[in-house]
């Protein structure tokens, strides 16, 4: 069994350039959500002296994160701002002194068992850097290690544009090494691939190398058909097993890490310095001079633009993330997130939404779907609200990788469907398992 | 500071549109229509011209008049058009193509919501009405030296062997027929270059000619005339491959195409009527929500968690 994808233009004009470090912005805006899962409460006052390092927000619940200051300087203010998905927020506004003084609490932390690995991989606020921000420790701190049989490394980067994680694997490649080492001393995990799309010769070879100084390591290189990054399409793609419906990788004996995730991981481990600074692929028809910055987490997206030469035309639309699943952000001032691995801007020709016509029953949509779903069926089911249809057209399913809507020659908005007929079904098994219950 | 567009995702999408596809089946259907300008002279380009103007004009005027969004720059109307006028016999009264291009996208189609809402193939139901309704002029094939020729599935039909045309004048379209549907070379390369486009796939031509050439050889009815005559190649290129009115999955692209040939034999050979490629896909047309619910792709779920 083949799962579908679509060619997508791969436009890696970055790809071979090195990463540049930006002038350190005049402030920071640090979000306490940046994760998947409860925010972080602020644990700094306004008026308070920070530094780099230093934690700004605690943890909350179990699926949550700390979040550390990126530079030194003082608390300004606490924001309450918009995410660009439209939640709201509390952010530790920091003005920046120049000094870039690192916190007392920063040291290498003390690592002997799985334990020890884990919690140390909580406290340095490593969420998944691929995009999804899933707390690190949580996919990790798997309760039964002999249930791992393969640890996938996701460096398929299959979205147009971005080439911050082809620069971890060229830049960085000692420090997969190292999170290599850690996989496999603390999770025992007896097989790693490294899945790599075939449109990065550089980074195969660099990936090789390492896998061949090691045992159990192996290099999976995959063809470039998007969405290859996908969870459940690199999982199957290199183990050749397919993740449950509504499961994780686990249910299938894997565990997926990108990366770049990896890398922070053994350079936590290694200096003690969280999570506070990002590669970040900036890129566009409407960016002067395409290149990959390193800059501090809270950077207003715009210091990385000016810092690209600026615009040459005006931006009509600014992505976080790739444009196949990217998210439009509001305004400039948006800050640089943990998981932003590029940030992307159209100019109007680019950003100009394409006129929607009448649906042609081509076809398309079904064909180029990973997942197997029928677009145009959940799309009928939707409108007519026939939950029971959606619930056995699988609309759950969906993983909003936008192959559908990429190929659609009517330029239906087909992800934007699919994500309402996910709510709406989502809602209804919701209050069928709550009236199962009552019933009980 | 100006406003930034939010949407969702995907923020980019293929280059694809209605248009260009609409645009490569005009561009596959060139060969055949220069090959009947060839083959049948001056006129031919005459009934397409009407054909098209009249698809065109119905089209706009309907939606004017029902206050919808002018669809004529998807292409779609004129694709009808061609398609229609390929299907009608060169001495064909203008009046009478005039009727069936309104016909086809007035009833056919808009009036069932237009492009994509369509059960019926607009061009192929439109060529029944008018083989209804003018069975005379319908039927008769002229040459431009104003000879004129019975169709080969009529000779065969008869029994007439010896006056069938030989094998190259079949493969070029030099034989009685409909404008556009005998040049067999010129619509294979036409289809060739829409499945070269990924307009269309193999699955529906390949299983309706092949259906054609294996029931003709199991029942000894001289099969290469059976796949060169009447409307079979254009059948099964450019109409059975209709978007809105067949199948999207390709299992129900085989299944249609394997009804479409089995119909078409069955007309062929043991109905009244010597051409069955119309009525075959007009029927499949009708089964066709039927075979996308049984050929549905099923949904990646995997096995049990854990």
Known sequence: MKLSGIRVPHRKNTADIIPQRLPLPETVVIPMSMHIGKPAVPTVKIGERVTVGQLIGSADGFISAP???????????LDEITMSGGMKTTAVVIETDGMQKICESVKPPVVTDFESFISAVKESGIVGLGGAGFPTFVKLGVKDLSAVEAVVINAAECEPYITSDTRTMLDKAEYISKGIDLLQKYLGAKRIIIGIENNKKPCIDKMTELANSKSGVEVKVLPSVYPQGGEKVLVYNTTGRLIPKGGLPLDVGAIVINCTTLTAIAEYIETGMPLVEKCITVDGSAVKESKNVIAPIGTPIEKLFDFCGGFKSEPKKVLYGGPMMGIAVPSLDAPVLKMTNAVIAFDEKEARPPKTTSCINCGQCINHCPLRLDPPAIAKAYKLDLCEELKKLCADLCMECGCCGYVCPAKRPIVQTNKLAKAKLNKYLKEQKAEKEEKK | MNKLISSVSPHISSPRTTQKIMLDVLIALLPAGIASVIIFGIRSMLVIGICVAVCIASEWVFEKICKKENTIYDLSAVV????LAY?????????????????????????????GQNFANPAITARIVMMTAFSGTMTTWTFPDASSSATPLVLLFKGELASLPSYTDMLLGIRGGCLGETCTIALLAGGIYLIARRVITWHTPVAFIGTVLVMSLIFDKAPIYQLMSGGLIIGAFFMATDYATTPSTKWGKVIFGIGCGLITILIRFWGTSPEGVSFSILLMNIFTPYISRLTRSKPLVGGDKR
């Not at chain 1, 979040?67 to 203010?77: A, D, E, P, Q, T």
């Not at chain 2, 009808?80 to 398609?83: C, K």
Request: glycine content about 12%; aromatic content about 10%; overall charge positive.
């Open chain 2, 80 to 83: 009808t058009g061609v398609l």
């Open chain 2, 87 to 115: 299907n009608l016999p060169v001495s064909i009264p203008l009046w009478q193509a005039a009727f069936g291009s309104l016909f086809a996208i007035v009833v056919v189609k808009q009036l069932f919501g237009g492009i």
């Open chain 1, 67 to 77: 979040v550390h200051s990126s530079v030194s300087g003082k608390v300004k203010k």
